[in-house]
Nanobody, 115 residues
Framework: QVQLVESGGGLVQPGGSLRLSCAAS????????MGWYRQAPGQQRELVAI???????NYADSAKGRFTISRDNAKNTVYLQMSSLQPGDTAVYYC?????????WGQGTQVTVSS
């Protein structure tokens, strides 16, 4: 089993920045993919960004140039640095961990972009 704990969400004004963190614990495989997804009210959950244990990354078009995903393998933690936030970024952000055994999700953290 893998447990994921997200933190760093909150209320931010348009144009502002936030950094999300997700700490994984439990039975962590050295080869894995961690990432961030988001779900706005009435919308499907969508990819924001993912990063492999080898630090290869992939971003949604909406995140390119504004968001940066990174990880600290020693801490089993993945980060999402978000800048130039807009109201359209308002959503619950979920952390995801995947390896050869399966996929695990965090409980989500709310990000609200509003003036």
């Amino acid at each position: 089993q893998v447990q994921l704990v997200e933190s760093g969400g909150g209320l931010v004004q348009p144009g502002g920045s936030l950094r999300l963190s997700c700490a994984a614990s439990g039975s962590i495989d050295s080869v894995n993919i961690m990432g961030w997804y988001r779900q706005a009210p009435g919308q499907q959950r969508e990819l924001v960004a993912i990063i492999t244990s080898g630090r290869d990354t992939n971003y949604a078009d909406s995140a390119k140039g504004r968001f940066t995903i990174s990880r600290d393998n020693a801490k089993n933690t993945v980060y999402l640095q978000m800048s130039s936030l807009q109201p359209g970024d308002t959503a619950v952000y979920y952390c995801k961990y995947a390896d050869w055994r399966g996929t695990y999700w965090g409980q989500g953290t709310q990000v609200t972009v509003s003036s």
